[in-house]
């Protein structure tokens, strides 16, 4: 029961810290829900490395096995370059997965978290709703 | 033989070095013996013995992480809120209040810096991109990377317009008060300047000075006063912090480049 409890409160802490809800070229919940949490699992069709986020596109099978393309914004390219990504670490093709939250506007666009590289290597977005990406 | 290891070396080795601006050591920068630089250095002095204010910054980092750390880019409070360290925020006029919380309401959805105007030169005190101050004796220029965009402080006696073209950074002059810049400004635009996140409004009333004083090597504290009386009960004065970058070069942050954003900010 503590534990229950443990992680419940260690959740809201979570939900709490995030309702500050910022990133610098807009605010992260302009655009992005925090209470819709996503993980997506594909191949990369598209990535585009421009301000003011890199955005790149991947083709996701659902439990049916239909083919969805969606959309994954990050942060500006001067932040991301500057937190240790390189523009080859993702390429169209790639197998990824990615950690983020669903736009607002209910499309197939959510921002990117944590993007899970094909080798494993896990980088940061720079798009996390309460340590903002630029 | 051992050629084709040196030829690979050489083909590869200009796209190496041109990856290296991101990572480019400046030059002149007082480094302890493991080559780190000292940031606790004293203030350097230019030429003509004023302080030396030139170099890459960048704004404080003083937000708060999550619970789960803090992978990502850290930004400034002030940022968010230009009030945040003052008792009771900004003081601000009525409609200004209004204003605030309607604008905080929609989560900062109609920020120009969001639709890729200029932030104006409080905003860059703290908008976590790079700036490069540029100085010589009767000029300081500062170079930022967001929008691509420049400022000049004109030291050279001039003074301020009397009937100025509003602008985004209106017009500044200054002068050195002992070791510290003192810089004022104004000819602002009556709209679309906002102060920080929250959309503190800031109008065409609108005088700016600012007090630079690069404290040691590593940090320079930046005195803002803001007085608008359209749209502030007083004067307000706010302290911010840059930090120096010494390892790196400025990047664009060309906005424009593709700004999808814009129609998929809806707020609420």
Redesign the interface.
């Known amino acids: 029961m503590a534990r229950v409890l443990r992680c419940f409160l260690?959740t809201a802490?979570?939900a709490l810290?995030?309702t500050?809800?910022?990133r610098?070229?807009?605010?992260f919940?302009?655009?992005y829900d925090v209470k819709k949490p996503v993980t997506l699992s594909g191949r990369l069709t598209k990535i585009?490395w421009?301000?003011?986020?890199v955005?790149f596109y991947m083709n996701v099978k659902d439990e049916t096995g239909r083919i969805t393309e969606w959309e994954f914004?990050m942060?500006?390219?001067?932040?991301l370059?500057?937190?240790g990504w390189k523009t080859s670490m993702l390429k169209p093709d790639d197998s990824v997965t990615v950690d983020g939250y669903l736009?607002?506007?209910g499309s197939h666009?959510a921002n990117a978290r944590v993007v899970t590289l094909s080798d494993g290597r896990k980088m940061?977005?720079?798009?996390?709703?309460?340590?903002?990406?630029? | 033989m051992r050629t084709v290891p040196l030829l690979a070396t050489l083909l590869l080795a200009p796209a190496s070095l041109a990856a290296q601006w991101l990572n480019h050591p400046a030059a002149g920068v007082p480094r302890h013996a493991d080559g780190s630089p000292n940031l606790n250095a004293p203030a350097p002095r230019a030429a003509d013995g004023k302080p030396d204010l030139a170099g890459i910054w960048r704004p404080e980092r003083n937000q708060k992480c999550p619970a789960d750390g803090c992978p990502d880019n850290q930004m400034s409070e002030q940022f968010l809120d230009l009030g945040w360290g003052l008792r009771g925020g900004l003081p601000y006029q009525p409609w200004a209040a209004a204003l605030v919380k309607q604008r905080s309401e929609q989560s900062g959805t109609n920020d120009p810096t969001s639709h890729c105007f200029p932030g104006g030169i409080v905003r860059l005190h703290t908008y976590p991109t790079f700036n490069k101050i540029i100085q010589t004796p009767g000029l300081i220029v500062i170079l930022s990377e967001r929008e691509v965009t420049y400022r000049q402080i004109f030291l050279d006696g001039r003074p301020l317009p009397t009937d100025p073209l509003p602008t985004w950074k209106g017009y500044s002059v200054g002068h050195w008060d002992g070791d510290t810049l003192l810089v004022e400004s104004s000819g602002f635009r009556n709209d679309g300047i906002w102060l920080d996140r929250k959309g503190s409004p800031l109008t065409d009333a609108a005088t700016i000075t600012e007090r630079f004083r690069r404290v040691n090597y590593g940090r320079m504290e930046v005195q803002v006063t803001v007085n608008d009386p359209k749209a502030y009960t007083a004067p307000f004065t706010v302290v911010l912090n840059e930090f120096i970058e010494t390892e790196t070069e400025l990047m664009d942050f060309v906005c424009l480049e593709i700004n999808k954003d814009a129609p998929e900010l809806i707020g609420k």
């Open positions: 260690a802490l979570v810290l995030w500050a809800s910022i610098a070229h807009h605010a919940a302009a655009e585009e421009t301000n003011p986020h955005r914004t942060g500006a390219v001067n932040g370059l500057r937190r736009a607002r506007d666009l940061s977005g720079g798009t996390m709703p309460d340590a903002p990406g630029n």
